[in-house]
């Protein structure tokens, strides 16, 4: 989308979706050790800098986005806050998004569905759903997610009406994407705590649609 699309990690070929999952490339742990132990060695980062940040993007997870989600689906005012500054919306439910790139919340409507990927890597909205998972960075989705978005939705069981748009975003190193899903039917009495648990990272993603509420068990 954006031509200045360059990119704050390594690129890195991956394997098809059938394959996703495999441990990364020998040379490519030995190409990452190999920087670390220079960063740590030049002192621009020391060990603790390094485990303190693994640590704090494992303990972001799509829990997180599905709050920011259901506060969205009660509080019309917060979702115009939403989606006028996601980040900014995030803090307020104690998100911590102050050093992530820029996100933009995109709301699907009944005529209007919303599909995320990075077509060049995996640019993800870490900060508010944690790690991507192995699909989202695999050469099959990125491709495809392109080409024919509605045969992937398929693939992921999502069957949308052909009266629906479907628009594809391709994230960039400046710009992730969140997706806020429609507010399934059948929620009227739940809770925010109970709406977002119907709220899946896929739905986020924009994969598929949010959860209903009789399949929860
Ligand atoms: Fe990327």
Not at 72 to 99: C, H, S, Y
Request: glycine share 4%.
């Amino acid at each position: 989308m954006a031509e200045y699309h360059h990119h704050d990690h390594v690129h890195l070929d991956h394997a098809p979706i059938s394959d996703h999952g495999h441990e990364p490339r020998a040379e490519y742990r030995v190409l990452e050790r190999a920087v670390r132990e220079l960063l740590i060695e030049k002192g621009v980062v020391t060990a603790e800098d390094w485990r303190r940040q693994i640590e704090l993007m494992d303990s972001r997870n799509p829990s997180m986005g599905a709050r920011v989600i259901a506060r969205a689906w009660v509080d019309p005012a917060f979702k115009q806050r939403l989606l006028a500054d996601a980040k900014k919306a995030a803090d307020e439910l104690g998100i911590d998004t102050a050093n992530a790139p820029r996100v933009m919340a995109l709301e699907n409507t009944p005529t209007r569905h919303h599909l995320v990927t990075c077509t060049l890597c995996s640019c993800y909205p870490k900060a508010i759903l944690g790690i991507p998972p192995a699909w989202y960075k695999s050469e099959a989705y990125r491709a495809r997610a392109v080409k024919d978005p509605r045969g992937v939705l398929k693939e992921f069981g999502t069957e949308l009406p052909d009266n629906v748009e479907v628009r594809v975003m391709d994230s960039t190193a400046d710009l992730r994407y969140l997706v806020v899903p429609l507010r399934p039917a059948g929620t009227d009495g739940m809770t925010e705590e109970q709406l977002a648990d119907l709220v899946t990272r896929d739905s986020m993603i924009g994969v598929t649609a949010a959860r209903n509420p009789t399949s929860v068990s």
